[in-house]
């Protein structure tokens, strides 16, 4: 996720934000103009309601709020998750921001994570930019910076989330020191991920 899409979250749950609220009308025109570049489900469990931020291809950001009248989001939104996937997270995504936590590693399951990263094109299609998951006693990473795709193996999962996270290192650097923050593990999120569709609401 890129740091300004943490910034319209965070103000908007918060409420401070100045983004624009936009209902069925403004999605369909949206979709009929192919201008849906990604499109997030926030799942806020504290007050059990489902909110969407829309990106545009004009990096414009919109909120879908949780309801309008007699409608409801995720109403709203069954028309367009076959055709889009989405990302869902809850707001304890927007707490870790709040809490100057960034960047934010995620950890993502096995079966999921070659779904995202093409290893033989070296291609990240995830919505995040660092991520990881265990397999076979391993540790698989990616981290996307500045458009540069990088990959890599560990063995001990607290090297894997400090490579993530640290775009800086190198995977010999943290292999030759000992020094961690003391905090890492608090900088990972567990995402449950969902296609467009596979989720009922």
Not at 59 to 75: A, F, N
Not at 135 to 153: F, G, L
């Amino acid at each position: 996720m890129e740091k300004r899409e943490f910034e319209v979250l965070n103000n908007y749950y918060y409420g401070i934000s100045k983004v624009s609220i936009i209902w069925l009308d403004d999605m369909k025109l949206l979709d009929t103009q192919n201008k849906i570049k990604r499109i997030y489900e926030i799942i806020d469990n504290d007050y059990n309601e489902v909110w969407y931020l829309v990106r545009d291809y004009d990096e414009k950001s919109y909120i879908l709020k949780y309801k309008c009248g007699s409608y409801y989001s995720v109403d709203i939104m069954k028309a367009f998750k076959t055709k889009y996937d989405f990302c869902q997270i809850t707001t304890d995504l927007i707490k870790m921001y709040d809490a100057k936590s960034y960047p934010i590693v995620f950890k993502i399951k096995s079966e999921d994570f070659n779904y995202y990263y093409n290893q033989d094109k070296n291609i990240n299609t995830a919505f995040f930019n660092c991520y990881y998951c265990c397999c076979n006693n391993t540790y698989k990473s990616v981290r996307e910076y500045r458009n540069k795709v990088e990959y890599e193996t560990f063995k001990k999962e607290e090297d894997a989330i400090y490579w993530c996270w640290n775009f800086k290192s190198t995977k010999s650097d943290i292999l030759s020191s000992d020094i961690r923050p003391l905090d890492l593990k608090e900088r990972v999120y567990n995402y449950e991920f969902t296609r467009g569709g596979d989720k009922d609401d």
